[in-house]
């Protein structure tokens, strides 16, 4: 897990290439031949003492593949995760990033996780309903490279815990990461700069790293150096998926 003191990391997918298919696989349409067996769809209700960030448990690829169990997610990430799409790709009226969503499911045997994605694109089309349109766009990004002199993180240490924190010290950022990939750096790095970074180093494997910066995305672009890495900003085509209408409350289960 990705820890952040000011909480603004996030998982993303990263290679650009695979980026590319992943999201034309997801987006080429709704196949209404899929669905869960049984699915719950309903506004998320606070209780007492509740954290602030959502639950998400089971689905194919983890230890209950037959099960998938959502808890205080926005609609907004819903689609997002079912469109196989990242965060700055999708236009929304502002209500879906707010209000929160409790799903239940029930996986068919034998499921993928790219069939119980369109699983629950059916899922959000029948309950919200869910009208979308998808467009191309230039988009401003930073494209992340191997500077000169070579990456300069050190291997991970087999045995340790995945973590990335950031602390601020008299007025300067550090963030200290161990058993970091280069998308998880990236994902980072998208949520402190103004515009997302795009993984273009074709390095593999994991890292443990730190760095120090002034805490503004501008110094940062230089802090990556200490990396052995590189930002650049450039433009490049996305998809972008933009949300029509939905129902702020889900039709009945």
Do not use: C
């Amino acid at each position: 897990m990705i820890k952040s003191v000011n909480g603004r990391g996030f998982y993303v997918r990263s290679a650009l290439a695979l980026f590319f298919f992943m999201y034309a696989a997801a987006a080429q349409g709704t196949d209404d031949s899929v669905a869960f067996e049984v699915a719950s769809v309903r506004p998320h209700v606070p209780v007492p003492g509740e954290k602030g960030g959502f639950t998400q448990k089971g689905g194919p690829g983890t230890d209950d593949p037959g099960h998938i169990a959502i808890g205080n997610k926005t609609l907004r990430n819903l689609i997002i995760d079912a469109y196989g799409i990242r965060n700055f790709q999708i236009e929304h009226p502002g209500w879906m990033g707010d209000l929160r969503y409790d799903i239940m499911a029930k996986v068919p045997a034998g499921t993928t996780r790219q069939q119980a994605n369109a699983m629950m694109r059916n899922l959000l089309t029948e309950r919200f309903q869910l009208k979308v349109s998808k467009e191309k766009r230039d988009l401003p990004v930073y494209g992340l490279t191997v500077a000169k002199s070579g990456v300069k993180m050190k291997s991970a240490d087999p045995g340790s815990t995945p973590q990335l924190r950031t602390e601020f010290v008299n007025g300067r950022a550090t963030v200290k990461a161990e058993h970091q990939s280069m998308s998880k750096l990236v994902t980072w790095l998208t949520g402190e700069m103004t515009h997302p970074v795009i993984n273009l180093t074709k390095v593999a494997g994991d890292f443990d790293f730190s760095l120090t910066w002034s805490g503004e995305p501008e110094d940062l672009v230089a802090a990556v150096k200490q990396l052995g890495l590189q930002m650049d900003r450039r433009k490049m085509p996305f998809d972008y998926l933009i949300i029509e209408s939905a129902l702020k409350v889900p039709t009945e289960n």
